[in-house]
T-cell receptor
Framework: DSGVTQTPKHLITATGQRVTLRCSPR?????VYWYQQSLDQGLQFLIQ???????AKGNILERFSAQQFPDLHSELNLSSLELGDSALYFCASSVAGGQPGEKLFFGSGTQLSVL | AQSVTQPDIHITVSEGASLELRCNYSYGATPYLFWYVQSPGQGLQLLLKYFSGDTLVQGIKGFEAEFKRSQSSFNLRKPSVHWSDAAEYFCAVGAGRNTDKLIFGTGTRLQVFP
């Protein structure tokens, strides 16, 4: 158990809908990362938050947004969903998030299926 | 831009055989390199990492990796594979300043036959 909790584990929805994925980092970790894993794109970094502020941005679509709350949990919002958004979405956390090479702890992911 | 290439999409070995998974990276400075393993239905677990110093890095579960700057490689090895090692393996490079986001390769799926 990595200590990172993601809910829900599975999510099935329809095209055009909006969903929210939730992540609770390990106790004491200030940074949260979101990754998307799909068959065609592999593991893609989406976005990182550190102590409530956006720290780094990757290949995140404009239809997607994220935030980190004062209690350090994070939510990834996906809107106007398309079939191609079907993927496994991982959250990871680390202690600080400013040191290259710091260890990331991954949750077990949310499997999103867009029908 | 930083990138990681894992040339082998799928590898099959017999239990007890040796294993080498290939990883090549592209990065301008000294890289921070990682190997993660993903078992079915699980998140990613760190096997080992390289920052500096000794180029042969020992990890968990009997894995090791060797950093070769001249070849831009960070191959993962295990002398004797166990059936429980069947999983997907990801090589990654730490990218950017003031962030420890990782750039992952596309992964290598390892199948182990008894």
């Amino acid at each position: 158990d990595s200590g990172v909790t993601q809910t829900p584990k599975h999510l099935i929805t329809a095209t055009g809908q909006r969903v929210t994925l939730r992540c609770s980092p390990r106790s004491g970790d200030l940074s949260v990362y979101w990754y998307q894993q799909s068959l065609d794109q592999g593991l893609q970094f989406l976005i990182q938050y550190y102590n409530g502020e956006e720290r780094a941005k990757g290949n995140i679509l404009e239809r997607f947004s994220a935030q980190q709350f004062p209690d350090l949990h994070s939510e990834l919002n996906l809107s106007s969903l398309e079939l191609g958004d079907s993927a496994l979405y991982f959250c990871a956390s680390s202690v600080a998030g400013g040191q290259p090479g710091e260890k990331l702890f991954f949750g077990s992911g949310t499997q999103l299926s867009v029908l | 831009a930083q990138s990681v290439t894992q040339p082998d999409i799928h590898i099959t070995v017999s239990e007890g055989a040796s294993l080498e998974l290939r990883c090549n990276y592209s990065y301008g400075a000294t890289p921070y390199l990682f190997w993660y393993v993903q078992s079915p239905g699980q998140g990613l677990q760190l096997l080992l990492k390289y920052f500096s110093g000794d180029t042969l890095v020992q990890g968990i579960k009997g894995f090791e990796a060797e950093f070769k700057r001249s070849q831009s490689s960070f191959n993962l090895r295990k002398p004797s594979v166990h059936w429980s090692d069947a999983a997907e393996y990801f090589c990654a490079v730490g990218a950017g300043r003031n962030t420890d986001k990782l750039i992952f390769g596309t992964g290598t799926r390892l199948q182990v036959f008894p």
